[in-house]
């Protein structure tokens, strides 16, 4: 079983920058982001296939914004947000383990880490 552990979550000023990172216990080929803001469904942000340039892909929401990436020697995924705004404000969840790189439902991912929770206040 893939162990995920989000970090770098935070509070931050509409127009701001935040890192999320997420550690796996071990390498899976498809990795991605979700969001849940308070009363509403876990959403898809963004997702990532095979190694360090594998494909990317995005939520319109956050194309342009948002840029996801990995490093496959330390097994860890990463999230960089830019110009944020107030309806980025969620937890944030990593996923991993679907057999379906860049799918936008959540039951596809096995594996969820704890979340980390990001508010962009204006």
């Known amino acids: 079983e893939v162990q995920l552990v989000e970090s770098g979550g935070g509070s931050v000023q509409v127009g701001g920058s935040l890192t999320l990172s997420c550690g796996a216990s071990f390498y899976t080929y498809c990795m991605g982001w979700f969001r849940q803001a308070p009363g509403k469904g876990r959403e898809w942000v963004s997702g990532?296939?095979?190694?360090?340039?594998?494909?990317?892909y995005y939520a319109d929401s956050v194309k342009g914004r948002f840029t996801i990436s990995r490093d496959g020697l330390k097994n860890t995924l990463t999230l960089q947000m830019n110009n944020l705004k107030p309806e980025d404000t969620a937890m944030y969840y990593c996923?991993?383990?679907?057999?379906?790189?860049?799918?936008?439902?959540?039951?596809?991912?096995?594996?969820w880490g704890q979340g980390t929770q990001v508010t962009v206040s204006s």
């Open positions: 996923a991993a383990g679907s057999s379906r790189c860049g799918t936008r439902e959540s039951a596809d991912f096995p594996y």
């Open positions: 990532i296939a095979g190694g360090d340039d594998g494909p990317t």
